[in-house]
Every structure is written in structure tokens, then in C-alpha cells.
């Protein structure tokens, strides 16, 4: 009695889990310190609140920082004391 297997000789072609990649955000800082900025210019596109909005600057429902004055870009730091009493670093966003 012969016996034939039923094994592929060859493997599959057309699936793989590999080659998917998402296209870049174009997140970052668009205004330096000392750029100067028009009403509603975009400062900087962010994911969370890694800096945050000071003097004539807002903040927009993505993260993203915006002017709201003409004038011109100033960073600064400032200290803040958190909900546990903590305090910690902030960077600033200001217009002036």
C-alpha cells in the first residue's frame, strides 16, 4: 500500500506580517524664540502637553499651540506644583 502525503512542497506566497508603516505627523516646533508670528499662526504641533501655552497662546484639541496675537516667539521655563504637591518644570510658549 502506498502512502502519499499531503504536505506542501513549496510554501504560500502572498501574506506576510511585515511592510506596514504610518506615514509621518509632521509634528515639532514651527516657530523659533525669536520668530516673529501673525494672529492664528501655528507655534508648534504636539502629542500631549510637553509645552505649554503662555502669554497669547492657545491650545488647540490636537495639542497644537497657536498664536492668537501678532508679535513674537518667547520661550521660558516656570516652575508648577502638581496635584500631589509636587513641583516640576514647565516650558512656556509666550507671545510678546
Same mark, same amino acid.
Given at each position: 500500500m502506498l502512502y502519499f502525503s499531503r504536505m506542501a512542497h513549496t510554501?504560500? /506566497?502572498?501574506?506576510? %506580517?511585515?511592510?506596514r508603516d504610518s506615514i509621518g505627523k509632521r509634528l515639532g516646533i514651527k516657530k523659533q524664540d525669536g520668530d516673529s508670528v501673525k494672529k492664528g499662526e501655528v507655534v508648534i504641533r504636539q502629542r500631549g502637553t510637553k509645552y505649554h501655552p503662555g502669554?497669547?497662546?492657545?491650545?488647540?484639541?490636537?495639542? @497644537?499651540?497657536? /498664536?492668537? %496675537?501678532?508679535? @513674537?516667539i518667547k520661550f521660558s521655563t516656570k516652575s508648577k506644583t502638581g496635584f500631589d504637591g509636587r513641583r516640576k518644570k514647565i516650558k512656556l510658549v509666550n507671545v510678546k
Amino acid at each position: 500500500m502506498l502512502y502519499f502525503s499531503r504536505m506542501a512542497h513549496t510554501k504560500s /506566497a502572498g501574506h506576510t %506580517k511585515l511592510g506596514r508603516d504610518s506615514i509621518g505627523k509632521r509634528l515639532g516646533i514651527k516657530k523659533q524664540d525669536g520668530d516673529s508670528v501673525k494672529k492664528g499662526e501655528v507655534v508648534i504641533r504636539q502629542r500631549g502637553t510637553k509645552y505649554h501655552p503662555g502669554e497669547d497662546i492657545r491650545r488647540g484639541k490636537d495639542d @497644537t499651540l497657536y /498664536a492668537v %496675537k501678532d508679535g @513674537t516667539i518667547k520661550f521660558s521655563t516656570k516652575s508648577k506644583t502638581g496635584f500631589d504637591g509636587r513641583r516640576k518644570k514647565i516650558k512656556l510658549v509666550n507671545v510678546k
